[in-house]
């Protein structure tokens, strides 16, 4: 008794069948393209609480309609916007950096979109909650773009204040320090900053790299390779750091240690021809003649493909080898 339902089914779709097979089915991408094409029209009148309804189907429209899918998408971003709805904004630019990810517009939206949201999220915060460290924290970081360093550092100073032990301000007021102009006694303001930094956050990569560079500066070597050599082995990934340890190992004719370095360097960033030279330099020194010469050739090729780069950003066309 409990199989009947199932073949009365079975019987049913057998006899529907041939007739549904027949049929074209309906594209999934098709079933929302009128609803949208009439949320965009909404949208160019200005009826954005009308419109986003029907917009956010956009990303069911198919590769057939590509022009109606971006321009749908378009539209909800602007809407979104416009309603202060950042959900449905976010969401509408993930799906056209997706499928749209060199379209000039979509781009330009997007950098707009997200303008839009970091300016709102930073009133929002000094609304909320305008004596915390987070808001005084914005506060010098505009003031840094403004290039207002001494004012940058005083804001950070004033946040450890209320937060002795708060990660990443000795680090800004070091970079502060760095930025303005030169004085008797800048490296070594910077470098106290740094190391508080380090005894707040031991792991701060970027604070070890920046000491292992004043430390270069100073023909301190054995400083430069104690600090970039924490620097790298606690961001493997941090390719600069991986450099300044390999061209402060040479410096020291450590050329055996300076290889590891200075191949993590040129694997991470293989177009920079700085890299492939000091790797020469430690290869050709260890007695590999054979890699020496192959990051020679490496040199060169990366210098002048950089060269031609250079010569097509400033309008000029790039020389050509003669013609033998």
Known sequence: MKLKPTLSLFVFCF?????????????????????????????????????????????????SNKDVKLRAG???????????RADVAVDAIRILTRDFPADPDVLYATVHAYSDL?????LALVRVAPSSYQARQLNAESLEAQGRWDD????????????????????????CILSKEETSTTSADAKKEFEAELKIDPNNAGAEYILGELAQHASDWGGAIEHFGRAAKLSPGFAEAQLGLGMALIATNKFDQAVAPLEAYTKIQPGNPAGHYQLMMAYSRTGRKEDAAREAALQRQT??????????????EPSQPPTP
């Open 15 to 63: 006899a529907i069948g041939p007739a549904s097979m027949a049929q074209k089915p309906t594209e999934p991408s098709n079933v929302n393209l009128k609803a949208v094409q009439q949320g965009i029209a909404l949208s160019e009148q200005g009826r954005c609480g009308e419109a986003l309804s029907l917009l956010r189907k956009f990303a069911s429209v198919g590769q």
């Open 303 to 316: 210098a002048e493909k950089l060269e031609q780069e250079k010569q097509r950003n400033r309008g000029v």
């Open 74 to 84: 378009l539209a909800t971003v602007r809407c979104a916007m416009t309603m202060d």
């Open 152 to 175: 940058a550092a005083n804001e950070y100073r004033a946040i450890l204040k209320q937060d002795p032990k708060l990660a990443g301000m000795h680090f800004r007021i070091g970079r």
């Open 118 to 122: 970091s300016t709102r999220a930073s």
